[in-house]
């Protein structure tokens, strides 16, 4: 009798997965602002890496290849309701001026969250690409197969949407 043996990963999987886990979850948080949804995010990205690593390994930034992988899962939305819902919270969160006492980084980040919440997955991919990853247009353009173009015009009205929700005092040069 045959025993059952697990299928092994492609060479170099495991490696880059333990190298690249944290960033990735950190990328993953970003996008769908919960940590389960981000955890489900980044295993559900693991296991298509593993069917598709050889594709992985030959592009010329893998990182850059897996990010794609992760706002097209994300984008599409499978599995990721609360990607696309906002709760009333996290209106309050968005619309309240923040407290000038305490943290002011874990502060900007629960308003940030709250605002990025407001947004459509394909916006906050962009934003968050763009301000939080500080990656450049083209390379934004690329993980979520728009035009450098696109990036900027939807940049630009997802900024104008959520402009109105900061105080004066808030925003930063």
């Avoid at 002011?104 to 934003?127: I, Y």
């Avoid at 197969?145 to 930063?172: C, K, M, Q, W, Y």
């Amino acid at each position: 009798m045959r025993s059952a043996r697990a299928p092994r990963a492609p060479e170099g999987v495991e490696e880059y997965a333990r190298a690249a886990g944290p960033r990735l979850l950190r990328f993953a948080r970003s996008l769908t602002l919960h940590d389960a949804d981000a955890e489900d995010l980044l295993q559900d990205t693991l296991v298509r890496l593993v069917v598709h690593w050889r594709r992985v390994e030959r592009s010329d930034d893998p990182d850059r290849y897996v990010r794609r992988m992760m706002v097209n899962r994300f984008v599409s939305g499978r599995r990721l309701a609360s990607a696309r819902t906002v709760t009333s919270d996290a209106l309050v969160e968005a619309s309240a001026p923040v407290a000038s006492a305490g943290d002011g980084a874990v502060e900007a980040r629960v308003l940030a969250d709250g605002m990025l919440a407001l947004l459509d997955p394909r916006s906050r991919a962009v934003l968050v690409l763009r301000y939080l990853e500080d990656q450049p247009d083209e390379v934004v353009a690329d993980v979520v197969g728009i035009s450098t173009g696109n990036v900027r015009v939807i940049a630009h009205r997802a900024l104008t949407r959520l402009r109105p929700l900061l105080t004066a005092d808030e925003l930063v040069p």
